[in-house]
């Protein structure tokens, strides 16, 4: 089955700061790989996504780029503000078959002011 | 708020006995998976429902359970519980299983086993 590894487990930085959080997978018939937010007591929440078919998408600080050869795919929060301290999952599956999709341990991001 | 409600929320049970847990999905959304994250941990893909039909299943034994009704809610089930079954449990809609359309989850059951 798929296994994902995501890293670091904590990341620290300071307000303004970028932040770049890394995910491996071992299915290469992974298709689609989404990224969640999670605050402290708050349901998972998706905050960009990525198919196969692409290999980089931004919205606003956010994106996300992917490698399918190496088999990897990050994130990259730029100008980073308080609000975005979360935990960050990433997720691999692949999609229009049977869906089982795969997350990361999760990355505790923490940006200081 | 995104619409998907869960209950309870909160669930404390003993060892052996048996638990379920509903969700309600978002209108327009005929797909509900079901995930598991203990502490600390990512959430963990139990099974996912499909117009009624089991669609996908993760590494969990067959005493966990479920099942999606007409109006596409579900429940999952856990029989015979065990201490490690005690985590936090998150049902997640979107409107197909195909093509990785985006899920909204619920906001969690959180599931104590003493």
């Known amino acids: 089955g798929e296994n994902v590894e995501q890293h670091p487990s904590t990341l620290s930085v300071q307000e303004g700061d970028s932040a770049v959080i890394k995910c491996t997978y071992s299915?290469?018939?992974?298709?689609?790989f989404p990224w969640y937010k999670q605050e402290l007591g708050k349901r998972p929440q998706l905050i960009i996504d990525i198919r196969s078919n692409v290999g980089e998408k931004k919205d606003q600080r956010i994106a996300v780029t992917l490698n399918k050869t190496a088999k990897h795919f990050s994130l990259h929060i730029t100008e980073t503000q308080p609000e975005d301290s979360a935990v960050y999952f990433c997720a691999a599956s692949r999609a229009g078959g049977s869906y089982i999709p795969t997350f990361g341990r999760g990355t505790s991001l923490i940006v200081h002011p | 708020e995104t619409g998907v409600t869960q209950s309870p929320t909160h669930l404390i049970k003993t060892r052996g006995q048996q638990v379920t847990l509903r969700c309600s999905s978002q209108?327009?959304?005929?797909?509900v998976s079901w995930y598991q994250q203990a502490l600390g941990q990512g959430p963990q893909f139990i099974f996912q429902y499909y117009r009624e039909e089991e669609n996908g299943r993760g590494n969990f034994p067959p005493r966990f359970s479920g099942l999606q009704f007409p109006n596409y809610s579900s429940e999952l089930n856990v029989n015979a519980l065990e201490l490690d079954d005690s985590a936090l449990y998150l049902c997640a809609s979107s409107r197909s299983q195909r093509d990785g359309n985006e899920q909204f989850f619920g906001p969690g059951t959180r599931l104590t086993v003493l």
């Open positions: 209108s327009g959304h005929n797909t």
């Open positions: 299915d290469s018939a992974s298709n689609y």
